[in-house]
């Protein structure tokens, strides 16, 4: 048997490929960068050609590197950026716009109108997410509507929607000549339009969007040892590799992270962060501003549930220095400067540049730096950015905590800001819990090839993942309490004045 797992980790900003050993261990790595493409503001999209372009690079790159080829594979997993929509023509594969990215705030107009018939949550009970721009229903709504010919095609049975998981899985398994037309549970419950309680797509729902129910893919379990389809041997793999696994990113990084047991959480530190609980088969509504989504499911398994916390903006605000103060060259620096002075010197930086997400949900909220004086310096200001981000993240594991009634033992990291040792510490400080780092940073492509390896009998079960999974670090909490709520206080003290600053 073929020894080895392959994961695409179909990303915002880039598309990575990485092959695992059954020790979880990378044995190959490819990422390439697209365009982001900004038309108008607030509009985000990608070239859904070139996201399949880039694909098939990595794919032969990161095999080509390692000598490996698609015979060597025992399944493949994909794993993507979630919410973003491509509609796409089935006789060709020419979509027939760009990909509507999930941060694309177009569908604002349609948002408001559902909201203003409903409510915010007329669809939470049922979907687990409030009505936003943020979800994939809205934006196909919006595409039905504008890209003129879309909705007689997709009636006519021609037009097919997808998440990026679908996509990719119809070119891998041959696009226009047989590719299967699938989607995932976690990347489905993304859409606002699956119910969860049937996991299918909702016809009322549908029937309020408009949307027509041929063109959306058949819902499959994350880990599926039926198989969504094998990949075309005249592919970038050149082999019929079993499709075996797929999940959303920040699903995945829970897999990956071996956070299978309820209470069990994680977040990924990237350009935001998204912070993630495990709650089991239980399925728990937020009257905190979190969403509830489909973690994952394996086989023929219950899915399993999670209250997730999406923060906008935090390895983004130290790019920010970094490319329009210029106060640092590297993102990496920021620490040393950080570890210049002592503290944040009282001040306090919200990064609100597009809003706030999680647990807020303010579209009106802008950047706010508060607390100057004098003394404030480049040191400062480095530390108050770093503290955004852990700050952030303790006001989403406060709403967790209050949603799910667990107490939370430990915080799981991954993603390029866990480099941060200070971050890190701080983190733990204000958060009063262990924070820790496993070995294999890769969390996100890691368990997308758990859930392929899962499927194919690779590994026989999630304690076989549990015992692979290894601390790398661990950082321990040394505030008292009464410091922990004395910061988090001047934090809230200044989100309070972010909040609401657009006047429309
Ligand atoms: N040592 C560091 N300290 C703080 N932030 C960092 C550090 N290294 C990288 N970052 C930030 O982490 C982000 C990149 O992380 P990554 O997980 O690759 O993000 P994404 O997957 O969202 O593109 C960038 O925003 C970068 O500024
Ligand atoms: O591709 P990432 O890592 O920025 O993740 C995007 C999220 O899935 C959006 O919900």
């Known amino acids: 048997m073929a020894r080895y797992v392959g994961a695409i980790d179909q990303g915002t900003t880039s598309t990575r490929f990485m092959v695992f050993d059954r020790e979880g261990r990378v044995v190959a790595a490819a990422q390439k960068e697209h365009r982001q493409i900004y038309p108008e503001p607030g509009w985000v999209e990608h070239d859904p050609l070139e996201i399949w372009e880039r694909t098939q690079e990595v794919i032969r790159e990161g095999l080509g590197r390692a000598g490996l080829t698609g015979e060597d594979l025992a399944a493949l997993g994909l794993t993507n950026q979630r919410e973003t929509i491509i509609v796409w023509d089935r006789r060709t594969g020419r979509p027939y716009t760009n990909a509507l990215v999930w941060q694309d705030t ?10 203003a018939e409903g409510g915010p949550d007329r669809f939470r009970d049922r979907t687990g997410l409030p009505i936003s721009t943020y979800f994939s229903g809205p934006k196909l709504r919006w595409t039905l509507e504008q890209v003129p010919g879309v909705r007689q095609a997709a009636e006519r049975g021609e037009a097919l929607f997808g998440t990026v998981d679908t996509w990719l899985l119809w070119w891998l398994s041959g696009g226009p ?7 995932d549970v976690t990347n489905a419950s993304r859409t606002l339009l699956m119910n969860h309680a049937t996991l299918d797509w909702d016809p009322e729902i549908l029937a309020i969007l408009g949307i027509p129910r041929a063109m959306l893919p058949a819902i499959r379990p994350s880990s599926d040892p039926d198989l969504y389809g094998t990949t075309r041997p005249d592919g970038p793999l050149a082999a019929a590799v079993p499709l075996a696994g797929a999940l959303g990113d920040q699903q995945a990084a829970l897999v990956g992270q071996a956070a299978f047991a309820p209470g069990d959480v994680k977040n990924t530190y990237g350009t935001g962060c998204f912070v993630v609980m495990n709650t089991g088969e239980r399925r728990v509504l937020s009257r905190h501003g979190l969403l509830t989504s489909v973690a994952y499911r394996m086989a023929d398994e219950p899915a399993v549930f999670c209250l997730e916390g999406s923060i906008a903006i935090t390895g983004a605000l130290v790019q920010w220095l970094r490319d329009n103060l210029g106060i640092i060259q590297s993102s990496g620096e920021v620490e040393r ?12 930086f919200v990064p609100a540049f597009s809003g706030l997400f999680a647990p807020h949900w303010d579209s009106r909220a802008r950047g706010l ?12 200001l480095a530390r108050a950015v770093l503290e955004a981000t852990a700050y952030q993240t303790e006001e989403v ?33 204000l958060s009063g819990i262990p924070v820790i780092r496993p070995q294999v940073a890769e969390t996100t492509a890691l368990g997308a090839a758990y859930a392929a390896g899962l499927a194919v009998g690779l590994w026989d079960g999630r304690e076989t993942l549990q015992r692979l999974w290894r601390e790398d670090r661990r950082w321990q909490p040394t505030w008292g309490e009464a410091h922990r709520e004395e910061a988090l206080r001047g934090w809230l003290r200044a989100v309070e004045r972010a909040m609401g600053w657009l006047e429309a």
Do not use: K, P
């Open 106 to 115: 177009r569908s604002n107009a349609i948002c408001q109108e559902l909201t």
């Open 177 to 183: 000549e047989g590719g299967v037309h699938v989607t």
């Open 337 to 348: 400067l950080a570890r210049s002075v002592e503290d944040s010197g009282g001040i306090y």
């Open 369 to 380: 730096l508060i607390g100057l004086t004098r003394y404030v310096n480049r040191g400062h």
């Open 397 to 429: 594991l406060r709403a967790m905590r209050q949603d799910s009634g667990a107490s939370l033992a430990e915080l799981r990291v991954d993603g390029g800001m866990v480099a941060n040792d200070l971050l890190m510490q701080f983190q733990a400080d």
